[in-house]
Structures are given as C-alpha cells and as structure tokens.
C-alpha cells in the first residue's frame, strides 16, 4: 500500500495545512484514501475525515503497544473499503515523543513502525540555506528514518524559493512543493486546539477545499504519490476487532448509547467497531439535542470534548440531564463526560450523577499517563495498567472519589461511582480491547 508520512521539525511548520489538503487533493483525483494522525489527538483527524470521506484514525505506540500500529494502519486502509494511498500526519517534531522515552510515540517512531518515507514540512519564515541544513539533521538525527523530500511553508517571494530550492538541491532532498506566506488557509482554534469540524461543518467544508485548492496548485502531487509508492508492502496482518474482543459476549444485543453532536466530538473510530464485535448494538445521543436515551438503552459511552462551550446549551436539555442522573445502566466517561456527569461546571448545572463541581482554569495539563484501575469497574479490573493521556483545562471538586477510577504517580484519579467510571484520562480501546467486552458484558447483565 503507497503510504507517505507528513512530518515536521516542530509544531507550528503547516503540517495540517498541507496533510489535510493533500487528503482533498487525493480524493479529487478519484483515488481511494486512507487518512491517518500520529499521537493521541481528537481534532486534526475530524478534518482528515472530512478531506479523505473516510473515518480518520490514529496510530499512537504508547495508546495502543508499538506491535499494533502497522496492523491499525492495515485496518484502516481497508475498511469500509481499500485504499489506493495512506497519509499519516505527524505530531510535534519529527523525534518528539512520550517524555523521557527516547522518542517511542514520535512520528519518527511510527514512520519506522509502518516502514514509509516522510516528507518534510518546513516553515521557512527568516530561513535561507539553513532550512535545507534543518531538513539533513532531522534525517540524520535517526538514519532509519527516509525522509523522501520537503514541502517549503510561509516562502516570502519568488526570489526566497529560488534560493530554498538551490540549496535543497545541493544537498540532494527533493521539493516537492512551495507555498506562499500569504496562502495560508485560517481554520477557528479554541484553547485545545483547532475547533472539531462537527462543530462548524458547513465553514469546515469551505476550509478543506480551499486546502485542498491550496496544495493543488502549489505541490507536485503526482511526486507525492511517487514517494508514497516507494513504501516496501507491510507484511503484518491488520487488525481485526472481532479477533481482538474474541468476538460476541453473548447473544443478545445490548443498546450502548455513545454521546456525539458537536459537544463530544472526541472519540477513536475503534472504539464504536470494538462495542459491535463484542455483540453491542451502537447508537449516537447528542446531549445537544436529543430529550432522552434511544430506545432500550443499557449502557452509556460519553467521551470527551468540548462541554464548556456548550455549557447553557447542555443544562438547558434538562429531560436527558435528568434521565442519565437516575440511569441505573454502567456509563463510562472520559474529560468532557466526566464534567458533563457532575453537579455544575462553572456554576451551570449538569447531570448531577456525580458529587463534583467543575471549573475552567487557565492551566494545561497536558500528558502520557501509565495508569493502574484502582476498583473494579465496567471498564476496567482492580489493577487492571492501562495507558492513556490526559488534555484539559479543568479541574474538579474533589478532584477524585472515595472510589478512584485509577491511581498514576502515586495519586488516585476519577470517580467510580456504582456502575459509572469516570475520569479525565483518555484512553485507545484497540490498546485494551477487554474494556468494550467487560462494557458489552455488564451492559447485558
């Protein structure tokens, strides 16, 4: 399967700008197109998806276990059907990954995982001979990493790509595209990050055609498409979630309801797949929106999001606050569920379900977290390690229940709460597939 990984020295180079196009581009061309997001993220794949009109999925090492991100790829790339090219974009830099672990989760890392070559992003913004110096010592900072040639970001003039071009040619690394400082395409951000395209779809659509416009008329990307050729075949077998959950639980078809609507963009495509392979029948709620539960309900998944601004708009819904504050079904809840479950968030009331109050602060807190399941759940076993990451701009009163959900650091994290589990912390079901059984299997009792 051709496959090209879209990387960069640093956050900030254009990486987006230039994966999601290139998506576009790719699809306009009537290929068939697999798109794909280094690391943990929730936002970027939003907009991939929308680009290549195909799940966008994430290969992340630390998530998932290094052994399954060639297998995920394969997976992706032929469900619903086979695609004809992956694109993988990066995260941070090119080397940056888990803290302290010598680049594992990078997207150097994952480009030696799925053996494909990358391309480059750079911004050149005050740069001359020295981006080409940049893009050589990204290579040679790892040899087993291919870097298959750059794409030049933010050229100031006509006269600056010549002398980039020159000197990307004297070292040998093919441009496979310049694009100019004043085409730069602005997509909405908010304090995570971009704003997820489920919250804007209509202003989404525009952005990825002017993306995809953009790459278009400034890369080569017939040279991409040769790059991505020159990727050996992957000889592991892809991921199947059947085999993963060792298939249905049971006979029956439990109804798992899985928030969605533009308050709970963040989900991984895997997760929804693993709940049907082990025998759940899967139905979206918006909380936005929808005055109950679907029909038959006996279990809820509400990831996470953007709650806090959706806030009056969430309390205002108050038939479906009410029902979830008495559902006597196992919830699971991650970030924006968690907030969503408890009594206020920033005074405005919520669910109720759980004795905390929530509240905006301006502090990050932003990691990897190698966890361990401190009570029995629906989601997890006592001692059950799990890895997963947190990203929020919240806090909790109290920060955790009687019953924590996980203990890292030496400190206990999240609520469980009877049937409910509930925490901040994020976590890739294809990287403990016995959560979606142990979820399923509780659902059915």
């Known amino acids: 399967m051709p496959r090209v990984v879209v990387a960069a020295p640093a956050s900030g180079h254009g990486k987006t700008t230039v994966a999601t196009g290139?998506?576009?581009?790719?699809?306009?061309?009537?290929?068939?197109?697999?798109?794909?997001k280094v690391g943990p993220d929730y936002i970027d794949p939003g907009y991939h998806a929308l680009a290549a009109g195909r799940p966008g999925r994430n290969l992340d090492p630390w998530l998932v276990?290094?052994?399954?991100?060639?297998?995920?790829?394969?997976?992706?790339?032929?469900?619903?059907?086979?695609?004809?090219?992956?694109?993988i974009e990066g995260v941070m830099g090119l080397h940056d990954g888990a803290v302290g672990r010598r680049g594992y989760a990078s997207t150097a890392h994952v480009a030696r995982l799925v053996d494909a070559p990358v391309l480059l992003v750079l911004d050149t913004t005050a740069q001359g001979r020295s981006a080409a110096a940049t893009a050589l010592g990204m290579a040679a900072f790892d040899p087993r990493v291919r870097l298959?040639?750059?794409?030049?970001n933010r050229v100031?003039?006509?006269?600056?790509?010549?002398?980039?071009?020159?000197?990307?040619?004297?070292?040998?690394?093919?441009?496979?595209?310049?694009?100019?400082?004043?085409?730069?395409?602005?997509?909405?951000a908010r304090h995570l990050g971009l704003v997820p395209v489920a919250e804007r779809a209509p202003e989404s659509v525009a952005v990825v055609d002017a993306l995809a416009d953009l790459v278009e008329s400034t890369v080569d990307v017939d040279a991409v498409r040769d790059l991505a050729r020159t990727a050996p075949p992957l000889t592991a077998p892809a991921w199947d979630p059947v085999t993963a959950v060792g298939g249905p639980a049971g006979t029956t078809r439990p109804v798992v309801a899985v928030a969605g609507?533009?308050?709970?963009?963040?989900?991984?495509?895997?997760?929804?797949?693993?709940?049907?392979?082990?025998?759940?029948?899967?139905?979206?709620?918006?909380?936005?929106?929808?005055?109950?539960?679907p029909a038959g309900?006996?279990?809820?998944?509400?990831?996470?999001?953007?709650?806090?601004?959706?806030?009056?708009?969430?309390?205002?819904?108050?038939?479906?606050?009410?029902?979830?504050?008495?559902?006597?079904?196992?919830?699971?809840?991650?970030?924006?569920?968690?907030?969503?479950?408890?009594?206020?968030?920033?005074?405005?009331?919520?669910?109720?379900?759980?004795?905390?109050?929530?509240?905006?602060?301006?502090?990050l807190t932003l990691g990897y977290r190698a966890a361990v399941a401190a009570a029995d759940s629906p989601l997890a076993g006592a001692g059950d390690p799990v890895r997963g990451h947190e990203f929020h701009r919240t806090v909790t009163d109290p920060r955790h229940g009687d019953r924590p959900a996980w203990r890292w650091d030496g400190a206990a994290h999240g609520f469980v709460d009877g049937l409910v589990h509930a925490s901040y912390l994020h976590t890739h079901w294809a990287g403990h597939p016995g959560a979606a059984r142990r979820l399923v299997e509780a659902a059915a009792r």
């Open 65 to 87: 276990g290094e052994e399954r991100i060639a297998p995920l790829l394969r997976h992706g790339a032929r469900t619903p059907v086979p695609a004809d090219i992956a694109v």
């Open 297 to 363: 309900t006996r279990a809820v998944v509400i990831g996470g999001g953007f709650p806090e601004a959706y806030a009056e708009r969430l309390a205002a819904n108050t038939a479906l606050r009410a029902e979830l504050a008495g559902f006597g079904g196992p919830v699971v809840a991650e970030c924006a569920g968690l907030l969503y479950l408890g009594r206020s968030l920033d005074g405005v009331p919520m669910c109720g379900r759980l004795d905390l109050a929530a509240r905006m602060t301006g502090t």
């Open 156 to 188: 100031g003039s006509p006269r600056h790509e010549r002398l980039l071009r020159d000197a990307f040619a004297e070292v040998g690394v093919p441009v496979l595209g310049a694009l100019a400082r004043t085409a730069e395409v602005a997509a909405p």
């Open 22 to 36: 290139l998506l576009a581009a790719l699809r306009r061309r009537g290929l068939a197109v697999s798109p794909h």
């Open 261 to 293: 609507g533009p308050a709970f963009t963040f989900a991984y495509a895997e997760t929804a797949e693993l709940l049907i392979a082990a025998g759940a029948r899967v139905v979206t709620v918006d909380p936005l929106r929808d005055p109950a539960l």
């Open 148 to 152: 298959g040639g750059v794409i030049l």
